[in-house]
């Protein structure tokens, strides 16, 4: 092959398509001819970049997931046999359980200074529980049939909680005395729920907590730990490669990962025959995301309230809590109405597109 000679043009036909299309997308080099060096800076910069923390934040919140299951159980098996009552350890363990996963990723994030995930986190995971949980569940089964009235406490327990997050937020801050007044609500929460158990005095076989039980305790909160700290830091360099506010990615793929525990739990209810587990799911997991979740990272930190927060998706999480109960009114929630929790899934998905684009 005849080689060329010096100073002779070389043909560009297949890259100056290219170096048009990216110019004023990449940083790319200049090189003496002022042409665009595109390939090594595509395969050795920026995709490759993303593609990591992208990769990175699978993983992480994979590990995360599965980390907090393995929390769970090998706590509820050490409480059982130390003798707590199953009740007891539904209402605290597991409530807790399901929302270790927002708890977790929203600490580290005031650690390492975006803090105002925490309100995307919240906020996200409840609009994802009541739409896409609560509708999926609805449509799956043709209709959720509720063995008990939810309108005698929990219900105004979780309107309560969802009212008073937006007039806590209405000021843009969040302070420690709020922090404290929205403890003390899980507080009467727990109580009430400890108050109005109605237990049948059964003999029971208690699991033997033996030493794989305190070592799964103590290796699922580790990975917690770490599994949080590398999902934010994943959000934290995505959000820069894309231009995108961390709290819209918390708002989307955080709340949409941290709920997927909730996600299968529900729709393998459902299929059971078991729908109304759903509801109880979706309403502890989100009177615990609002009272603990919200509160308890703001004692390491000050949270941010993101101005886009207040005027579109906590106002959409208040309606879609209303939406809730107005539907859970008659002790059945039908295929129909899930189909319309479903649209407000769409609507809200839609809009973070549309900030992110």
Known sequence: MPRRAEGEARPSAVLRPHATCL??????????????????????????????????????????????????????????????????????????????????????????????????????????NIALVLGLAAVVVNRIELDYNIWHIDMPFLW?????????????RFSLVEALLFLVGIVIFLAYSFKSEEVEKLEM????????????????????????????????????FAGVSPEIIAL???????????VIVSLNAARRGKASIAVGNVLGSNIFNTYVVMSVPSFFGK?????????????????????????????????????VLLMFYVFFTTQLLEEAL
Not at 206 to 224: I, K
């Open 23 to 128: 110019q004023n997308i990449l940083p790319l080099p200049v090189a003496k001819d002022g042409r665009k060096e595109i390939l090594s800076a595509v395969f050795n910069g920026y995709d490759m970049d993303v593609l990591l923390y992208l990769g990175l934040f699978i993983l992480s919140l994979a590990v995360l997931l599965k980390a907090s299951g393995w929390f769970v159980d090998s706590a509820e098996r050490i409480g059982l046999s130390l003798g707590a009552s199953p009740f007891i350890i539904g209402v605290t363990i597991v409530a807790f359980g399901t929302s270790l996963p927002e708890l977790a990723t929203s600490i580290a994030s005031v650690l390492t200074g975006q803090s105002a995930i925490v309100v995307g986190n919240v906020v996200g995971s409840n609009i994802t």
């Open 160 to 172: 309560g909680s969802a009212f008073l997050l937006g007039f806590t937020l209405y000021d843009g």
């Open 205 to 240: 076989e208690r699991p033997a907590a033996n030493w794989q039980s305190y070592v799964m305790l103590v290796v699922g909160g580790g990975l917690v730990y770490f599994g949080a700290d590398y999902t934010i830091l994943a959000i934290q360099k995505l959000s820069a």
């Open 252 to 262: 989307s793929a955080v709340a949409l990962g941290t709920s997927l525990p909730e």
């Open 303 to 339: 949270l941010d309230i993101p101005q886009e927060i207040n005027s579109l998706y906590l106002p959409l999480m208040i309606v879609m809590t209303m939406l809730f109960g107005i539907m859970s009114n008659n002790k059945k929630i039908t295929r129909w109405e899930g189909a």
